[in-house]
């Protein structure tokens, strides 16, 4: 079990938080989520709510619930008052506390519905690990994927197949796509493998349209805002599905995953469940449910319609995004081929 999942103080999971942000890249992010302990003095309704939390705040994302509302005042340019601060021109962090905690009394009924849900953060970036993985199956079980992804938020990933990836060098997907996955490659680079994608489509409990300017402008206000390769990578994801949309169903994961392993499977693939940075938000009967499916599905798996779990998921003691893999038959352990950045700045691939 991990100790900083299980904090319970509200004030200690800001701080970590904040903690996290900075050392993560995104300084002024980490000053906005710093501030919300000026909150804590319960002035304004989001501040009682918070200082109130019933669970482990960081386990429930608390405090980037409210740094999403917070960065979407910004972007809808209801109110700029934090915007010098992220673009890093006021840093003293007494300012910025004031600044929050004005902002927050200024839209005290508008910020709190944000405290009601985690955080939506369909990050392009982590595709690369999931690339990685399927170039890793591609050499020993053969090129041809069926994936499905669970917690597919709007679809990002599920359009991976238009995306194109420079995995260390290794290059893969069409030339010309307005998505670019090029993270800095830690360690040797995947396999030159073929990598034939016949099938993606996802779920999630409250998917996001990515066609729809507010949906999507809510997907960016969870990207912490001075890291702006992540919100480009918005912007282009928003450009795919402006040309042919996403398949997300509003699904529960395991509902999802028993529905997608009963459906008919094309000969000679590899039928692929894959997901990151979700497993922490599945109810824990919901994650025992798809473990028991998945063993059932693998039972049955053979040569010539396959199955494979790939996930990118954190390691609750060491808090490090670890890439790992499942396949049927004969890889039924996982494999453990990497650990990457949470969103996909950096894979180390040990493979």
Avoid at 46 to 60: N, S
Wanted: glycine share 8%; charged share 25%; net charge negative.
């Amino acid at each position: 079990m991990n100790p900083i999942m299980e904090i319970e103080q509200v004030a200690k999971a800001i701080e970590w938080q904040a903690d996290h942000a900075t050392n993560n890249g995104a300084p002024c992010t980490g000053r906005v989520v710093r501030a919300q302990l000026r909150l804590l003095d319960r002035e304004t309704e989001v501040g009682r709510r918070i200082a109130a939390w019933p669970g482990k705040p960081l386990e429930d994302a608390l405090p980037l619930r409210l740094a999403g509302g917070h960065h979407n005042l910004v972007l809808t340019g209801k109110d700029m008052w934090l915007a010098p601060v992220y673009r890093g021109e006021v840093t003293d962090q007494g300012q910025v506390d004031a600044l929050v905690l004005a902002v927050t009394q200024e839209h005290d009924a508008e910020l709190l519905p944000w405290l009601d849900g985690p955080p939506q953060t369909n990050e392009a970036g982590r595709s690369a690990s999931i690339m990685a993985a399927l170039l890793w199956l591609s050499v020993r079980i053969g090129p041809r994927f069926e994936l499905n992804e669970l917690g597919a938020s709007a679809g990002v990933n599920t359009m991976m197949e238009r995306f194109f990836f420079d995995l260390g060098g290794m290059t893969t997907g069409p030339a010309d796509s307005p998505m670019r996955i090029v993270p800095e490659w830690r360690g040797a680079p995947p396999p030159r493998a073929g990598v034939e994608i016949v099938g993606i489509r996802g779920c999630d409990r409250a998917p996001m349209n990515l066609a729809d300017p507010e949906q999507a402008l809510r997907l960016k206000s969870y990207v912490w805002a001075e890291v702006t390769e992540r919100i480009g990578r918005i912007d282009a994801a928003i450009a795919l599905a402006a040309q042919r949309a996403p398949d997300v169903v509003q699904m529960d994961a395991g509902d999802f995953v028993a529905e997608r392993l009963a459906a008919p499977q094309e000969e000679d693939t590899t039928r692929v469940i894959f997901h990151s940075i979700v497993w922490q938000y599945l109810p824990a009967e919901t994650r025992a449910r798809i473990e028991a499916l998945m063993a059932q599905a693998g039972a049955k798996a053979d040569a010539s319609r396959r199955l494979a779990w790939v996930m990118l998921e954190t390691n609750r003691q060491t808090f490090r995004h670890e890439l790992t893999v499942r396949h049927w038959p004969g890889g039924e352990e996982p494999a453990l081929l990497g650990t990457a950045h949470a969103h996909g700045a950096w894979v180390e691939f040990t493979a």
